[in-house]
């Protein structure tokens, strides 16, 4: 994922809080949730949108 792209990301919360990289991926502070990135992508999607 190009680190610019972080800049202009928010998470699925109410907070829509800004997310930081962790070892496992995005990281919302305010939430807590893990958004994945695979082959480079990051997959920023509610728990029932991720089970489909």
Not at 4 to 16: F, M, V, W
Request: charged letters at 25%; glycine letters at 6%.
């Amino acid at each position: 994922m190009h680190p610019d792209l972080l800049k202009t990301l928010t998470c699925i919360c109410p907070e829509r809080a800004a997310l930081e990289m962790c070892s496992e991926g995005l990281l919302c502070k305010a939430c807590g949730r893990i958004h994945p990135i695979i082959e480079g992508i990051p997959h920023i999607l509610s728990d029932t949108e991720s089970d489909s």
